[in-house]
């Protein structure tokens, strides 16, 4: 096949694509390429009406330990209709370490109606309180 031929498949309406490095726009649906601030897009997505969006924004905020995102995935773990978006909140939160997560998890951990969510909340919370403890532990030793 002629470079050309190549070329224009892997170019969509004149778009080059392999900047984006598959990343989209949780607004438009398109795809960016990372000068806008996806932070903000992502916490937007935390509020979509599709389920598939809310879980896939909550796993990228945790996966980046996006610390600016914990109160939002806190309201989606407390409020969200969703037991899927709600389990990937608790672990999103696990995964940012913000201790300011810890209530919200042991309520959810007790008072969830699911009880798979129940569970994961209780680990997210666990895992969040040990890493506190270490946390503390280094500090204490970092004196000495």
């Excluded at 096949?1 to 190549?6: H, Q």
């Excluded at 996806?38 to 935390?46: D, P, R, V, Y």
């Excluded at 599709?50 to 980046?64: H, K, Y």
């Excluded at 696990?94 to 969830?112: E, M, Y």
Aim: charged share 30%; hydrophobic share 35%; aromatic share 4%.
């Amino acid at each position: 096949m002629p470079m050309e031929a190549k070329n224009e498949k892997r170019n969509v309406n004149n778009t080059d694509f392999s900047r984006f490095n598959g990343r989209i726009d949780s607004g438009s649906g398109q795809p960016c390429d990372g000068r806008k601030n996806n932070t903000k897009n992502l916490i937007k997505a935390l509020m979509s009406d599709n389920i598939g969006w809310r879980v896939s924004a909550a796993q990228i905020l945790g996966d980046n330990q996006e610390e600016r995102a914990v109160k939002p995935l806190i309201r989606m773990l407390n409020n969200d209709i969703s037991y899927a978006a709600r389990i990937s909140a608790a672990v999103a939160l696990a995964k940012i370490g913000d201790k300011k997560a810890l209530r919200a998890l042991k309520k959810v951990s007790k008072h969830d109606r699911n009880q798979t969510v129940r569970t994961v909340a209780l680990g997210a919370y666990s895992v969040l309180e040990e890493s506190g403890a270490q946390l503390s532990l280094l500090r204490k030793n970092s004196l000495k």
